[in-house]
């Protein structure tokens, strides 16, 4: 390889000319690739990964990822959020290396999956890029000590995320679904009148409360147009169905509840803290409210 690399540049006496770096090598018998190889300047032993230093260390940023944890007003956040917390604090880190650092201390949640077998109607998208185009409705339940089951009838915005109604009552029936569809109207258009949400598709499932004839006519006279999702599909609901994950996950399944009033004050409460403090990685990692203000700062502008 030496005696090769000695003739590079030097010049033939027969031909006048100099020799080229082919020629050399296939004299010597010596792959171009090796040649190349042995030219480019090899990294000491015990050099660091290649690319830019971070200021802080693995061990540094394992404790700012508790610290971000403790802080939430939410519990079993992920690397994702971790990393959106930790760059609102001028923190910057690499998702690979935040989700290392978090599985190597043991900061990662509890994860399960399921195996999807049944073929699915519906694969389109359900999300809206303006609030107020269509809403999802639903019911949940929760159990207490001396008043039994109670019901929560809620409404959700498809493209904020922001819950607009969260009605929790002791009736499971279409009275109290009206009263949560009431109370969302009011809200978002300031009064209950005929045709005030005209334009707004109300997204349902097919449970008794929202096929009933009495709550087709009120959310008719609203102005709703009603979009019932496919049979035992929930997906087609599924932005208020992963707002019921995060309600049982983060306030529901965590302790024992006595009676009613209890549930209606920590629901009222929860509502309020996930639409100002629970941030969504499609809305850029901001929180269902702050999307909302960035979208009415975008139109005005």
Same mark, same amino acid.
């Given at each position: 390889?030496?005696?090769?690399?000695?003739?590079?540049?030097?010049?033939?006496?027969?031909?006048?000319?100099?020799?080229?770096?082919?020629?050399?090598?296939?004299?010597?018998?010596?792959?171009?690739?090796?040649?190349?190889?042995?030219?480019?300047?090899?990294?000491?032993?015990?050099?660091?990964?290649?690319?830019?230093?971070?200021?802080?260390?693995?061990?540094?940023?394992?404790?700012?990822?508790?610290?971000?944890?403790?802080?939430?007003?939410? /519990?079993?956040?992920?690397?994702?959020?971790?990393?959106?917390? #930790?760059? @609102?604090?001028? +923190?910057?880190? &690499?998702? $690979?290396?935040?989700?290392?650092?978090?599985?190597?201390?043991?900061?990662?949640?509890?994860?399960?999956?399921?195996?999807?077998?049944?073929?699915?109607?519906?694969?389109?998208?359900?999300?809206?890029?303006?609030?107020?185009?269509?809403?999802?409705?639903?019911?949940?339940?929760?159990?207490?000590?001396?008043?039994?089951?109670?019901?929560?009838?809620?409404?959700?915005?498809?493209?904020?995320?922001?819950?607009?109604?969260?009605?929790?009552?002791?009736?499971?029936?279409?009275?109290?679904?009206?009263? /949560?569809?009431?109370?969302?109207?009011?809200?978002?258009?300031? #009064?209950? @009148?005929?045709? +005030?949400?005209? &334009?707004? $598709?109300?997204?349902?499932?097919?449970?008794?409360?929202?096929?009933?004839?009495?709550?087709?006519?009120?959310?008719?006279?609203?102005?709703?147009?009603?979009?019932?999702?496919?049979?035992?599909?929930?997906?087609?609901?599924?932005?208020?169905?992963?707002?019921?994950?995060?309600?049982?996950?983060?306030?529901?399944?965590?302790?024992?509840?006595?009676?009613?009033?209890?549930?209606?004050?920590?629901?009222?409460?929860?509502?309020?803290?996930?639409?100002?403090?629970?941030?969504?990685?499609?809305?850029?990692?901001?929180?269902?409210?702050?999307?909302?203000?960035?979208?009415?700062?975008?139109?005005?502008?």
């Amino acid at each position: 390889m030496s005696q090769a690399k000695t003739l590079l540049g030097q010049i033939s006496p027969e031909t006048g000319k100099k020799y080229s770096t082919k020629v050399i090598l296939k004299a010597f018998g010596i792959p171009r690739s090796t040649f190349y190889d042995s030219l480019v300047a090899k990294e000491p032993k015990g050099h660091s990964k290649r690319g830019p230093k971070t200021e802080q260390s693995d061990e540094e940023l394992a404790q700012m990822a508790r610290e971000v944890l403790n802080e939430s007003p939410f /519990s079993g956040e992920g690397h994702r959020k971790v990393r959106a917390r #930790l760059a @609102k604090r001028n +923190v910057f880190v &690499g998702k $690979t290396r935040i989700l290392r650092i978090m599985r190597e201390n043991k900061l990662l949640a509890p994860t399960s999956y399921c195996r999807r077998g049944t073929k699915r109607n519906h694969d389109g998208k359900i999300t809206t890029s303006v609030p107020n185009e269509c809403w999802g409705g639903d019911m949940t339940e929760v159990m207490t000590q001396e008043d039994g089951k109670i019901y929560i009838f809620d409404l959700i915005d498809h493209c904020t995320s922001e819950v607009l109604s969260a009605y929790v009552t002791t009736k499971g029936n279409r009275f109290s679904a009206i009263s /949560s569809l009431h109370e969302a109207v009011s809200r978002e258009c300031g #009064l209950v @009148k005929k045709d +005030v949400a005209r &334009g707004i $598709t109300l997204r349902l499932d097919h449970g008794s409360q929202f096929t009933s004839r009495r709550y087709v006519n009120e959310s008719k006279h609203l102005g709703f147009n009603l979009s019932y999702s496919f049979v035992a599909q929930p997906e087609c609901n599924g932005v208020i169905e992963r707002w019921h994950k995060t309600l049982k996950e983060q306030l529901i399944w965590t302790k024992s509840w006595k009676n009613l009033d209890e549930v209606r004050e920590a629901v009222k409460g929860f509502v309020e803290t996930y639409n100002n403090f629970w941030i969504l990685e499609k809305h850029g990692y901001l929180s269902p409210r702050e999307y909302k203000q960035s979208l009415a700062a975008t139109k005005a502008a």
